[in-house]
T-cell receptor, first 115, second 115 residues
Framework: AQSVTQLDSHVSVSEGTPVLLRCNYS??????LFWYVQHPNKGLQLLLK??????LVKGINGFEAEFKKSETSFHLTKPSAHMSDAAEYFC?????????????FGSGTKLNVKP | GAVVSQHPSWVICKSGTSVKIECRSL??????MFWYRQFPKQSLMLMAT?????????EQGVEKDKFLINHASLTLSTLTVTSAHPEDSSFYIC???????????FGSGTQLSVL
């Protein structure tokens, strides 16, 4: 069975400081992992994905995430937060158990960026 | 990038009426479409998966007769909430993927309010 745990429901940072959004997963098979961002009243946008290639994945808008199998983690980071990063972020897992046909979402982390 | 158009973006209806939500892939052929439901401050919950030309696969606990899904073409899937009740009020989001691609493209969502 697959599941995703986002440890923090809310994260607040000051503009220009680093961002860390935590995600842990469980999967019986080698997973594919994604981070999506949802701005208010908008659809979800893919930030980055990991699909068994390089463990450090770079995404859009300066975000990156590192796949750590030993820790079953896929934390999202950004060196310097921008006001426009304020949004809700979802960590997502899928694997070949369901032929990558099912995507399991974490509960989301709302990022607040203070000026 | 690929675009998924979902409409209406919001709809208010009376209890007992039916509401249809459309999801279109504008520049690619969506072999698989997914329908999610999102309650306030919660994550996305997969309702059903539909493949073009075949019956949708519903997740456990989702009523097939209440949430009718049609995926008649490679660019269009519809979700009809039949005999809507206030407890059906929610944010519904569709997503689509092309072929065996693992990446999902999301619509902007539909806020349904049932009075």
């Amino acid at each position: 069975a697959q599941s995703v745990t986002q440890l923090d429901s809310h994260v607040s940072v000051s503009e220009g400081t680093p961002v860390l959004l935590r995600c842990n997963y469980s999967s019986s098979y080698s997973p594919s992992l994604f981070w999506y961002v949802q701005h208010p009243n908008k659809g979800l946008q893919l930030l980055l994905k990991y699909t068994s290639a390089a463990t450090l994945v770079k995404g859009i808008n300066g975000f990156e995430a590192e796949f750590k199998k030993s820790e079953t983690s896929f934390h999202l980071t950004k060196p310097s937060a921008h006001m426009s990063d304020a949004a809700e972020y979802f960590c997502v897992v899928s694997d070949r158990e369901n032929n990558f046909n099912k995507f399991y979402f974490g509960s989301g982390t709302k990022l607040n960026v203070k000026p | 990038g690929a675009v998924v158009s979902q409409h209406p973006s919001w709809v208010i209806c009376k209890s007992g009426t039916s509401v249809k939500i459309e999801c279109r892939s504008l520049d690619f052929q969506a072999t698989t479409m997914f329908w999610y439901r999102q309650f306030p401050k919660q994550s996305l919950m997969l309702m059903a998966t539909s493949n073009e030309g075949s019956k949708a696969t519903y997740e456990q606990g989702v009523e097939k007769d209440k949430f009718l899904i049609n995926h008649a073409s490679l660019t269009l899937s519809t979700l009809t909430v039949t005999s809507a009740h206030p407890e059906d009020s929610s944010f519904y989001i569709c997503s689509a993927r092309e072929g065996s691609e693992e990446k999902l493209f999301f619509g902007s969502g539909t806020q349904l309010s049932v009075l």
